[in-house]
C-alpha cells in the first residue's frame, strides 16, 4: 500500500468513512428504536423523539466538553507530543465523572418536567418514562464519548466504527425483544426501549475503557502513567470545551423547544414532526462522521502548522457532503413515501393518513435546509477543530433565539398559529447561521488558532546547554 498523501481524498476517506459508518450506525439505531415504538403504538412514537431530545439536551452540554478533549489529542499528535496524550483523555474521563453526579437530580424530576411541558393526553407519562430510564445511562454514554476520543484524535476510527457498530445491533435486538417482549423479555413498550439504550450505553463505555488501557497504548501515549488530575491541564480543557459545550446544549435547547412548541398544536402536529425530523437525522448523520473527520484532520495539521493542508481538508469534505446531501434533499422531494410508509400503526387508519400528509410536506421544508445544515456541520466542525469556539457560541445564542425560540414560541403557544410558519422560522436559523459560519471561516482567523501547549527549546544556563520548556498560549 503506497504512502497516503496529506490532505489527499485517500486520507479523508480513510479517516472519515468509519466515522461515517459510527454515525449511520447510531442512525440505525435511532431510526430503528422509533419505528418499533410507531409499531406499538402512536403515542409511544409521539412521545420518543420529545422525550428523547430533552433528554440529549441535558446531556450534551456535558457531552460537548468530554468530546472537546479529541481536538486536543489530535493537534498533541499532530505537534508530536504523544506524552501529553494518556492525560488529556483523563481529564475528559474525570469531567465525565463529575458531569455524572451533576445529572442524577434529573431523575426524580422527570414527570414534573413533562407535566408542566403540557402535551395532551397519556403522553406526559411516557415521555416521562422514557426520559427517567435514559438518564441511569448518561454517565456510561459520557465516559464512552471521553474513551472514544482517544482514537478519534489519533485517527485509528476503525477502532471506534468497530465498537459503535456492535453497541448498534446491540441496541436493536435489545429494543426489539424490550418493547414486544420477545425471549422471554416483558412487553415494557417505550420504557423497554429506554432500557435498551442505557444497557448498551453501559456495554460500550466497558469496551472503550478496555481497549484504551492496551498496554501499547500505554507505551507511546502514556495512557496508564498519565493517570491523575492535572489542574492546569482541566482548566485548559475547560477554556477551549466550556464554550463547545454551551454551544451543542444551546443548539440541541433550540431544537428541543422547537419541537416542543410545535407539540402544543396538537398530537398530529407533533407526531409528524418526529417522523420529519427522525428522516433528517437518518440522513443527516453521516455528516457528523465528516464533521468529526473535519475537527480530527484540522487539529492534527494545526498542530503540525499546516493551514493550508487542513484548509484542503475542509474543500475537499465540503465537495463530498454538498454531492451527497443534494442526492438526499433530491429524494425527499421526488420519493417522501419511500421514507415515511415505515412510520405508524394500522389502528386508525384516518389519524395515520393524516400525520402521513403532513409530514410529507413537512419533509419538504427539511430538502431545503438539509444542504445548509450540512454546511453548518461541516464549518462549525472546521472552526472548532481549531479552537474557535467561543464565537460559534455566541452565533448560536443569538440566532437560536430570535430567529427560532421566541418567534416559534409567538407563532405556537401565543396565537395557535400554523406549523408551516414555525417550520420556516426553523429553516430560516439553519440557512442564516450557514452563512455566518462561512464567511467566519473564509476570513482565515482559525489558521492561528491553537488549544494546546506550544513546546519551545530555550537556551539554558549553561554555555552550550538547550533546555525545553512549555509555553502556554
Known amino acids: 500500500m503506497g504512502e497516503i498523501k496529506p490532505g489527499s481524498y485517500k486520507e479523508i476517506f480513510t479517516l472519515s468513512l468509519p ?19 410507531s409499531w406499538y403504538s402512536e403515542d409511544a412514537l409521539a412521545a420518543s423523539l420529545p422525550a428523547g431530545v430533552t433528554n440529549f439536551t441535558f446531556l450534551c452540554f456535558f457531552m460537548g466538553v468530554a468530546t472537546y478533549t479529541g481536538t486536543f489529542v489530535a493537534q498533541y499528535f ?9 492525560r488529556i483523555v483523563w481529564q475528559g474521563v474525570f469531567f465525565s465523572l463529575l458531569s455524572t453526579l451533576l445529572l442524577l437530580p434529573l431523575i426524580p424530576l422527570s414527570r414534573p418536567l413533562f407535566r408542566f411541558i403540557g402535551h395532551p393526553g397519556n403522553i406526559p407519562e411516557l415521555e416521562a418514562q422514557y426520559f427517567r430510564i435514559l438518564c441511569y445511562g448518561m454517565g456510561f454514554s459520557l465516559l464512552s464519548s471521553a474513551f472514544s476520543t482517544f482514537f478519534i484524535g489519533l485517527g ?31 412487553r415494557w413498550g417505550i420504557r423497554g426501549a429506554a432500557w435498551a439504550t442505557s444497557i448498551s450505553a453501559m456495554i460500550g463505555a466497558l469496551i472503550m475503557a478496555a481497549l484504551y488501557l492496551f498496554p501499547e497504548n500505554q507505551k507511546r501515549y502514556a495512557t496508564i502513567s498519565g493517570f491523575g488530575f492535572d489542574p492546569k491541564l482541566f482548566l485548559r480543557l475547560l477554556k477551549f470545551g466550556l464554550p463547545s459545550g454551551l454551544q451543542f446544549l444551546l443548539d440541541m435547547a433550540c431544537f428541543t423547544l422547537f419541537v416542543l412548541m410545535v407539540g402544543r398544536l396538537g398530537k398530529i402536529e407533533l407526531a409528524a414532526t418526529n417522523i420529519a425530523f427522525n428522516i433528517n437525522v437518518f440522513a443527516f ?12 484532520l484540522v487539529g492534527q495539521y494545526l498542530g503540525r502548522n499546516r493551514p493550508d493542508i487542513a484548509a484542503l481538508c475542509v474543500s475537499r469534505i465540503f465537495l463530498i457532503t454538498l454531492i451527497y446531501m443534494g442526492a438526499v434533499s433530491i429524494s425527499y422531494i421526488l420519493f417522501p413515501n419511500l421514507y415515511i410508509r415505515v412510520y405508524g400503526t394500522r389502528e386508525n387508519p384516518a389519524l395515520l393518513a393524516e400525520i402521513h400528509r403532513l409530514a410529507r410536506i413537512l419533509l419538504m421544508f427539511v430538502a431545503v435546509y438539509s444542504f445548509f445544515d450540512a454546511m453548518n456541520m461541516i464549518y462549525i466542525s472546521a472552526l472548532k477543530g ?10 448560536i445564542v443569538i440566532c437560536s433565539l430570535f430567529i427560532v425560540v421566541i418567534p ?3 407563532c405556537c403557544v401565543i396565537y395557535k398559529g400554523s406549523i408551516y410558519l414555525a417550520w420556516t422560522f426553523f429553516s430560516l436559523y439553519v440557512i442564516f447561521v ?3 459560519f462561512l464567511m467566519r471561516y473564509r476570513g482565515g482567523k482559525w489558521k492561528s488558532m491553537r488549544v494546546i501547549e506550544t513546546r519551545v527549546v530555550e537556551l539554558s544556563s549553561a554555555p552550550g546547554a538547550l533546555s525545553e520548556s512549555e509555553v502556554m498560549r
Do not use: C, E
Not at 499532530?78 to 496524550?85: E, M, P, S, T, Y
Not at 457528523?288 to 473527520?293: K, L, N, T, V, W
Not at 481549531?386 to 452565533?395: K, N
Open 386 to 395: 481549531a479552537g474557535d469556539t467561543l464565537f460559534v457560541m455566541i452565533v
Open 434 to 436: 450557514a452563512f455566518v
Open 285 to 296: 448523520m453521516p455528516m457528523i462522521g465528516f464533521g468529526i473527520a473535519i475537527a480530527t
Open 19 to 37: 466515522l461515517v459508518v459510527s454515525s449511520g450506525s447510531w442512525t440505525i439505531m435511532h431510526f430503528t428504536d422509533r419505528m418499533f415504538l
Open 78 to 86: 499532530g505537534a508530536g507530543q504523544f506524552d501529553r496524550i494518556g
Open 408 to 410: 416559534t414560541y409567538i
Open 156 to 186: 485509528r476510527t476503525r477502532v471506534v466504527m468497530i465498537v459503535n457498530l456492535l453497541i448498534a445491533v446491540l441496541n436493536i435486538v435489545l429494543d426489539y425483544a424490550w418493547i414486544f417482549g420477545k425471549w422471554g423479555f416483558p
